[in-house]
């Protein structure tokens, strides 16, 4: 079956960098979408970066863009997320989706989820 294993996530001061990684196993397919998602605390989840491996442009929120980079390391079978110039409103969990197509732009409508990775960002 269909594995994602986060890593990466950590405290950091406003304007600081992270990265997470997602690390998969299980597939079926060759190719597939990968997508980051985050949840705020009390807020509802929002897709922040998703690209399709077998190639394409990524989607990425407009809360994000300029500031987060998603890239797959197909070789690895693993997705990363750079995130520079972290503000406090990054702050919480950070989910691993994939699917063997991508949804439509922003919808987390994934199959296979990761259990997420702490992110925390002080002012």
């Known amino acids: 079956h269909v594995q994602l294993v986060e890593s990466g996530g950590g405290s950091v001061q406003t304007g600081g960098s992270l990265r997470l990684s997602c690390a998969a196993s299980g597939y079926t397919y060759s190719s597939a979408c990968m997508g980051w998602i985050h949840q705020a605390p009390g807020k509802e989840r929002e897709v922040v970066a998703a690209i399709y491996t077998g190639g394409g442009s990524a989607y990425y929120a407009d809360s994000v863009k300029g500031r987060f980079a998603i890239s797959p390391e197909n070789a690895k079978n693993t997705v990363t997320l750079q995130m520079n110039s972290l503000q406090p409103g990054d702050t919480g969990m950070y989910y691993c989706?994939?699917?063997?197509?991508?949804?439509?732009?922003?919808?987390?409508?994934?199959?296979?989820w990761g259990q997420g990775t702490q992110v925390t960002v002080s002012s």
């Open positions: 989706a994939a699917d063997s197509h991508c949804p439509r732009p922003g919808e987390a409508l994934f199959t296979y």
